[in-house]
């Protein structure tokens, strides 16, 4: 079944929340993705704390996703900046035990899957040669590394982080820019699908994906062995078409994109 399917017949079948909550916690969703996107850390941690104000126990699998989300993407925005932050490490914890208390709430949610295997590579990646610490990762993260990546299809999120290990992970598990490419473009496909089909969707429903598949196709063919500074270009100018504010699009990718025909000549 169609992820967004799925996750809309879940809908039909709970409790009607509160519309009040409903409200306050879409109006905080579009905080929490606006402040991604512009790379703004101390917003996210601030609405991290503000989601606590959606009591609705009906909404206490999304408000925890997104608690986990700004989480994530607050550490992701700190790995952007020219000296990393101190705190990625608490970030990135924080964040996979905020998408636990979605699973929990919400059990064999996808969407919470994506984010605990998502905070969690970033993890390992942080923890590099220490064996001790990697293998207090491990044991969550491969069953569901495994779960995300082999039921994936239909889900622009799941896709976008799969491409991405495909591309970025070392051999065996990645390295792979043609398999990755292949994966990143059934992400936007999956994006298309999901905006014809979610539209009138609550905004704190996930379904973010689009503009992030396009801005890993601009990363592929700008950092791999399928470089192509046109069509990097015009990934890159699609993703800051469908996010305009996107603070690393604009002024992290974008300058390297164009450093490209400089290196050319």
């Known amino acids: 079944m169609d992820a967004l ?70 550490a992701l925005n700190g790995f952007n900046e020219p000296a990393w932050p101190g705190d990625l490490k608490s970030d990135l914890e924080a964040s996979v035990a905020r998408f636990r208390a979605a699973l929990v709430a919400r059990p064999d949610w996808i969407e919470a899957k994506i984010g605990i295997v998502g905070a969690s590579a970033s993890l390992l990646f942080l923890a590099r040669d220490d064996a001790a610490e990697k293998q207090k990762i491990l044991p969550e993260f491969v069953p569901l590394l495994r779960d995300v990546t082999e039921n994936n299809d239909g889900n622009a999120r799941a896709l976008w982080f799969t491409g991405g290990m495909q591309l970025g992970a070392p051999p065996p598990y990645g ?30 429903v996930p379904a973010w994906g689009g503009a992030e598949n396009l801005m890993n196709l601009a990363y592929l063919y700008s950092h791999s062995a399928m470089k192509d500074r046109q069509v990097a270009l015009a990934y890159a100018e699609g993703a800051l078409v469908a996010a305009p504010e996107w603070h690393y699009v604009r002024d992290v990718l974008m300058p ?3 450093a490209l025909e400089e290196a050319r000549r």
């Open 5 to 74: 399917v799925l996750t809309m017949a879940l809908a039909l079948a709970a409790p009607a929340p509160r519309p009040a909550d409903a409200a306050r916690l879409a109006a905080l969703v579009k905080e929490v993705r606006s402040a991604d996107y512009r790379g703004d850390r101390a917003a996210l941690e601030r609405l991290d704390s503000a989601l606590d104000a959606v009591k609705d126990p009906s909404l206490a699998a999304y408000r925890a996703y997104w608690q986990g989300f700004a989480r994530w993407r607050r």
């Open 175 to 204: 390295g792979d820019a043609v398999k990755a490419e292949a994966t990143m473009r059934r992400g936007l496909d999956a994006a298309r699908r999901e905006e014809l089909a979610g539209r009138g969707t609550p905004a704190y």
């Open 256 to 258: 390297q994109i164009q």
